[in-house]
Nanobody, 120 residues
Framework: DVQLQASGGGLVQAGGSLRLSCAASGFTFDRYAISWFRQAPGKEREGVSCISSSDGTIYYVDSVKGRFTISRDNAKNTVYLQMNNLKPEDTAVYYC?????????????WGNGTQVTVSS
């Protein structure tokens, strides 16, 4: 069975840091691009970051550039999202998702969410 398990969320004060992890199983991890999405209450889901399968090309939404860093460890089938200088507007449920090879397009697999709450 395919599984994407997101973890690492929590409550942090503005300016703090968290590292999210997305542990994958059940598919050929190094052939898949992994994305992080988030959804805040009353808002649409938003793509936050993606790391491709091939050359490690990375994308970030403008609002997190310079603060978030995505990375992957193919040996551990895990993608990380290091989030620094967190802001209250980063509060959301964060999801990881996988798509074969490229970042663009519909996701093939979705994981559970992990709650990130940033207090002011």
């Amino acid at each position: 069975d395919v599984q994407l398990q997101a973890s690492g969320g929590g409550l942090v004060q503005a300016g703090g840091s968290l590292r999210l992890s997305c542990a994958a199983s059940g598919f050929t991890f190094d052939r898949y691009a992994i994305s992080w999405f988030r959804q805040a209450p009353g808002k649409e889901r938003e793509g936050v970051s993606c790391i491709s399968s091939s050359d490690g090309t990375i994308y970030y939404v403008d609002s997190v550039k310079g603060r978030f860093t995505i990375s992957r460890d193919n040996a551990k089938n895990t993608v990380y999202l290091q989030m620094n200088n967190l802001k209250p507007e980063d509060t959301a449920v964060y999801y990881c998702a996988a798509r074969f090879y490229w970042c663009s397009g519909s996701m093939d697999y979705w994981g559970n969410g992990t709650q990130v709450t940033v207090s002011s």
